[in-house]
């Protein structure tokens, strides 16, 4: 697939997939149902987003969502914030779960650097979780309590989470790779009273012993009254205190798991932004809300069901955790991996993925991005036999990412680079089974989601770069922020820039077929004399070559200062950065995207600054070289490789003189 650019087709489905799959199966069981027409997703997603109550009741009852009582309303009105869905409706998420179990095939496979394979059954699975539900009960831990996690990606934080969602407490987990003033400045805002911990967990082959975390939590967070502790890494270092009991001291006789119903817009959990440039928001969403947008995204626009497995590379920190757990709400066998995606070697989830029959594989851009850069080739001793997709997301899929895909992985596959965000726990753009692979392309807008490209007057526009919005309400929509006196965190999030209109903070473009390009963060765009880039654009040409592995672009344009656009580059080993590779570099960007943004300078580092979930630090470290305090323009505990901020705090000096 060389010489391939964007818009190139890679892939399209037979007749065979296109009349199998989910997406068709439902169009044609709404046009049976509704007396309807839809002969296309485009006029599907179409009908979605102009009659959204009627689409939204359509999933309800294709899915067959189950409710203790019946709903009044689909929808009390289309506002945004403060949307009502399915008022008078009672509804609980791990009942959808447990409805689904079987003893043919098990509820999650477990891989981790230190366990090569663990099968928990659904059996099991619904036991422990009865089990724990009984011991939270025995606490005094009720429904609308808060209960947290500083659990990585295993069985016992799935099991600790369907506890809570059976009856009605409030959720909310963070990884252990977390710092530990990060985890503090989450937990703090939303006063838990149960703490789920590990002693520690394993990393690229290193133990990382948390025990002295876990005591400082218990120190920091004065609303705690219990610890339950897995010794996931055997830690030598105890917690001796009343306060503290070991998870298999909780297992005691099971009992029958029951499950407390709870209105529609009941929290379900607490998920948290990112928080490199100020305290995480609290983003609280609902049982019912998620329910519906992840049967929707599972079973509808996915099409997983009972033979799948289904499997998203990610840790606890990242909401993918939360929608992989949508695959128990389809039935499907949920795969769960605990550590680096390169130890020890850049093929472990491809050669796990062939093992265990993954069917729907979720990963990151930058994790693709990485295996094409350093050479890996899946297909070479794997067949793939089972594998029907490969998911991406976090960041945009460059052209020669969708290649590479197809190239050394699998050929005859549906590949989905979808974008969406932790505030909705759900995409807002993504993949279509029954239609063709463009590369760089994402193929569709989600269904019942009303997504436009806005120009700066408020107008929407095809074929323009414009910020992406939400014209209408979705049901997974944050109800609050935790916390928010007046919502005003809330709508200055979401709806400053377009009252009523939510804006997402991302430059896309729309086509006349549905299609769209991610091109970047509108917060981070570059603004050369008054014309305006997504930093997407730039990095698809730099890492496109083959001596660089990463990228990142930071404008420093401000005012009263001269522009001055920085390049920082991750270099393949053994490559140096000499004038000719510099020279190469301004050529491509000259010729590919425009000679006005061609870098003032280029430099090389080790690393470039990243989330948790892998996105750059852009805004931050633009900040951060325009000479603001670094205290207060990131949380070091907030970022996943936190020294390498260094760099650019030493080199921010010498920058501001040269602007």
């Not at 019946?70 to 609980?92: D, H, I």
């Not at 422990?128 to 500083?150: E, H, M, P």
């Not at 140096?576 to 943004?597: C, G, N, W, Y």
């Not at 600054?609 to 205290?631: A, D, H």
Request: hydrophobic residues 40%; charged residues 20%; proline residues 5%.
């Amino acid at each position: 697939m060389k010489g391939i650019t964007e818009g190139t087709l890679l892939w399209e489905p037979s007749k065979q997939q296109i009349d199998n799959s989910s997406i068709t199966h439902f169009r044609k069981w709404l046009n049976d149902e509704k007396g309807l027409a839809i002969e296309n997703p485009n006029e599907l997603w179409k009908w979605s987003v102009e009659e959204l109550e009627l689409f939204w009741e359509s999933i309800w009852k294709y899915c067959n969502v189950k409710s203790h009582t019946n709903y009044q309303q689909v929808l009390e009105a289309r506002t945004m914030p403060g949307a009502k869905w399915f008022t008078g409706a009672t509804v609980n998420y791990a009942e959808h779960v447990f409805r689904n179990s079987r003893e043919d095939r098990p509820a999650l496979i477990f891989k981790s650097e230190t366990v090569s394979n663990r099968e928990v059954s659904w059996q099991e699975l619904q036991e422990k979780t009865s089990i724990v539900r009984q011991y939270l009960i025995s606490l005094g831990v009720k429904k609308g309590d808060r209960v947290v996690a500083y659990m990585p990606n295993i069985p016992e934080t799935v099991i600790a989470f369907l506890a809570c969602a059976s009856m009605g407490v409030i959720w909310s987990v963070c990884s252990p790779d977390f710092g530990t003033g990060s985890v503090i400045d989450r937990f703090k805002q939303i006063e838990p009273t149960v703490l789920f911990a590990v002693d520690g967990y394993s990393y690229n082959g290193k133990i990382h012993d948390k025990m002295q975390s876990v005591e400082d939590l218990q120190a920091e967070l004065p609303t705690l009254t219990k610890t339950i502790l897995f010794p996931y890494v055997q830690s030598e270092n105890k917690i001796l205190n009343d306060r503290t009991i070991y998870w298999d001291e909780m297992l005691k006789e099971n009992v029958e798991l029951k499950f407390d119903a709870v209105p529609f817009d009941h929290p379900l959990w607490i998920l948290f932004s990112s928080g490199t440039t100020g305290l995480p928001k609290p983003i609280v969403q609902g049982q019912g809300g998620i329910i519906l947008e992840h049967l929707k995204t599972i079973t509808v626009e996915q099409g997983i069901d009972q033979d799948d497995v289904f499997f998203w590379f990610t840790t606890t920190g990242w909401m993918m955790w939360n929608l992989l757990m949508a695959g128990l709400l389809a039935g499907g066998t949920v795969v769960l991996y605990d550590g680096s995606p390169a130890y020890p070697n850049m093929n472990v989830l491809w050669d796990y993925a062939d093992e265990v029959g993954i069917t729907f594989f979720g990963t990151s851009a930058a994790f693709l991005n990485i295996c094409m850069k350093t050479g890996v080739k899946p297909n070479e001793k794997n067949d793939f036999s089972k594998l029907k997709a490969v998911y991406s997301t976090g960041s945009p899929l460059s052209v020669e990412g969708f290649s590479w895909v197809y190239e050394n992985v699998k050929k005859d596959m549906w590949l989905v680079s979808a974008s969406g965000g932790t505030d909705i726990c759900a995409a807002f753009v993504g993949g279509c089974p029954v239609l063709p692979v463009y590369a760089g392309e994402i193929q569709s807008r989600a269904l019942g989601a009303n997504v436009q490209a806005f120009n700066d007057e408020g107008q929407s526009v095809l074929n323009e770069v414009g910020e992406l919005v939400i014209t209408d309400p979705m049901p997974s929509m944050p109800l609050y922020f935790w916390g928010d006196e007046n919502h005003q965190r809330y709508l200055e999030s979401y709806f400053e820039m377009f009252p009523g209109i939510w804006r997402h903070g991302d430059w896309i473009t729309i086509d006349e077929k549905g299609s769209s390009v991610i091109f970047g963060r509108s917060d981070s765009t570059i603004n050369r004399q008054g014309v305006r880039l997504g930093t997407s654009e730039i990095y698809r040409v730099v890492e496109s070559l083959d001596e660089v592995i990463e990228s990142l672009v930071v404008d420093l344009e401000y005012l009263g200062r001269n522009s001055f656009l920085a390049l920082f580059i991750v270099l393949k080993p053994n490559v140096t950065l000499d004038d000719h590779l510099k020279e190469k570099m301004k050529a491509e960007i000259k010729q590919k995207v425009s000679p006005r943004f061609v870098p003032n300078e280029i430099f090389e580092v080790k690393e470039v600054p990243k989330t948790f979930s892998g996105k750059k630090l852009e805004v931050p470290i633009r900040k951060i070289l325009l000479g603001q305090p670094v205290e207060k323009v990131v949380n070091r505990g907030s970022v996943a490789n936190p020294d390498s901020i260094n760099y650019f705090i030493g080199l921010s000096k010498e920058i501001s003189q040269d602007i």
